[in-house]
């Protein structure tokens, strides 16, 4: 590779980075063959990092780094900083995905293992995440990517007759639509089954 593709990597990164972006460094080292050229793009880098201000976090980076040191699911943490039970925003994603109010408890099930980490959010429907942004007033989808390793072998919910076993570590949960008896909108729309 040569000088000048190096210096237009480097020029991309600087050009994103001025943008507003918040480009990944590993990304655009891994553009480069190890080596010498690596060495000089991660030079360069780290020169126009120290030459350039410090940008503000986002508050998504700020969620994700407190969901880290405290090793708590990054969704949690967005709803306990915006000082919101979780039965508030079950009961605002019922309302706006116009869900018949007998589902709310299925819809609570799928809500605490999607905030937890429990449920696979790559199926999640996009109506989902378009209500929960607006409740939560973050960039939600991003957040639920990321979850944290399990602190414990076990995993617990609230139920009427105390805690109850939620899972195994490595384990999915049952899901609602197994413990309800039947797939229906809410099972779509969280799982993507049908």
């Given at each position: 590779?040569?000088?000048?593709?190096?210096?237009h990597v480097f020029d991309e990164f600087a050009l994103?980075?001025?943008?507003?972006?918040?480009?990944?460094?590993?990304?655009?080292?891994?553009?480069?063959?190890?080596?010498?050229?690596?060495?000089?793009?991660?030079?360069?880098?780290?020169?126009?990092?120290?030459?350039?201000?410090?940008?503000?976090?986002?508050?998504?980076?700020?969620?994700?780094?407190?969901?880290?040191?405290?090793?708590?699911?990054?969704?949690?943490?967005?709803?306990?900083?915006?000082?919101l039970r979780r039965e508030a925003v079950v009961d605002?994603?019922?309302?706006?995905?116009?869900?018949?109010?007998?589902?709310?408890?299925?819809?609570?099930?799928?809500?605490?293992?999607?905030?937890?980490?429990?449920?696979?959010?790559?199926?999640?429907?996009?109506?989902?995440?378009?209500?929960?942004?607006?409740?939560?007033?973050?960039?939600?989808?991003?957040?639920?990517?990321?979850?944290?390793?399990?602190p414990a072998a076990l995993a617990y919910r609230r139920?009427?007759?105390?805690?109850?076993?939620?899972?195994?570590?490595?384990?999915?949960?049952?899901?609602?639509?197994?413990?309800?008896?039947?797939?229906?909108?809410?099972?779509?729309?969280?799982?993507?089954?049908?």
């Amino acid at each position: 590779m040569s000088e000048s593709a190096v210096e237009h990597v480097f020029d991309e990164f600087a050009l994103a980075y001025r943008r507003g972006e918040r480009p990944d460094v590993r990304e655009y080292l891994e553009r480069v063959p190890e080596g010498p050229e690596r060495e000089a793009l991660a030079d360069l880098i780290d020169r126009f990092l120290v030459a350039v201000p410090a940008r503000e976090p986002s508050e998504e980076e700020i969620v994700l780094l407190e969901a880290r040191l405290e090793r708590e699911p990054a969704l949690l943490v967005l709803r306990r900083r915006r000082r919101l039970r979780r039965e508030a925003v079950v009961d605002a994603l019922v309302r706006a995905l116009g869900l018949d109010p007998r589902k709310r408890d299925k819809v609570a099930g799928y809500y605490h293992q999607l905030e937890t980490g429990l449920l696979d959010p790559e199926p999640v429907d996009r109506s989902v995440w378009e209500a929960l942004a607006e409740v939560l007033r973050a960039n939600v989808r991003a957040l639920a990517a990321r979850v944290p390793p399990p602190p414990a072998a076990l995993a617990y919910r609230r139920a009427e007759q105390g805690f109850v076993l939620q899972a195994r570590l490595g384990e999915r949960p049952p899901s609602p639509a197994a413990e309800a008896g039947g797939l229906d909108e809410v099972d779509r729309l969280f799982t993507g089954a049908s």
